[in-house]
């Protein structure tokens, strides 16, 4: 079965630190969505792509979050600099965003720890 | 210091017997709908969808059942198993005409005893 690729798995770093995590989209899908989750606020959009233009951020803090795909196989989210509330797991999901309404595909997700 | 999170609603059946979980969504206007389920340490899984044009949707053992009138979504799991065991999540699409914008509820913990 096709899946979403999310890595690294899991990630521990200190505050203040640069942190990337790599999604790699089910191949045909053209729409990609990034999520945290946290046991406080449940799953929540960050932002999402179609046809690699972002089309909303809003869920996303902007003065340190930021999310590219720089081609079709590949989505970033990285957050610099990182602080201990960004702890969370990331989740990417991926879809056919053309045709009516399609279901997302998420990924294992990375866990994110900031001391 | 004591944590606080989310206080997930829990659904305890007896493996065999059926499950329903059931889900209150927001906007009238959402016109799709999606039940995943998640396992620890994984991501949710999409178990089955509906649109707003349908009112009934089958697969293997699981029933989603549609009622726009009270705004209520529910997802049948018939002979519940061990594997069934999760948490698991209604989303609507909020953004109708295929956005695929999808707005998350907090997710009831499936618990399957022996």
């Known amino acids: 079965d096709a899946r979403v690729t999310q890595t690294p798995r899991h990630k521990v770093t200190e505050m203040g630190q640069e942190v990337t995590m790599r999604c790699q989209p089910i191949l045909g899908h053209n729409t990609v969505f990034w999520y945290r989750q946290t046991m406080m606020q449940g799953l929540e959009l960050l932002a999402y792509?179609?046809?690699?233009?972002?089309?909303?951020d809003s869920g996303m803090p902007k003065d340190r979050f930021s999310a590219e795909m720089p081609d079709a196989t590949l989505a970033t989210l990285k957050i610099q600099p990182s602080e201990p509330r960004d702890s969370a797991v990331y989740f990417c999901?991926?879809?056919?965003?053309?045709?009516?309404?399609?279901?997302?595909?998420f990924g294992d997700g990375t866990r994110l720890s900031i001391l | 210091g004591e944590s606080v999170g989310l206080h997930l609603p829990t659904l305890s059946v007896q493996e065999g017997d059926n499950s329903i979980i059931n889900c209150a969504y927001s906007n009238s206007a959402s016109d799709y709908f999606i039940w995943y389920k998640q396992e620890s340490g994984k991501g949710p899984q999409f178990i089955i969808d509906i649109r707003s044009n349908m009112d009934k949707r089958q697969g293997q053992r699981v029933t989603v059942l549609l009622n726009k009138t009270v705004k209520h979504l529910s997802l049948q799991i018939a002979a519940t198993q061990p594997g069934d065991s999760a948490v698991y999540f209604c989303a609507e699409n909020m953004t109708p005409g295929g956005g695929n914008k999808l707005t998350f509820g907090t997710g009831t913990q499936l618990k399957v005893e022996l």
């Open positions: 792509f179609r046809n690699r233009a972002p089309l909303d």
């Open positions: 999901a991926s879809g056919r965003g053309t045709g009516g309404n399609q279901p997302q595909h």
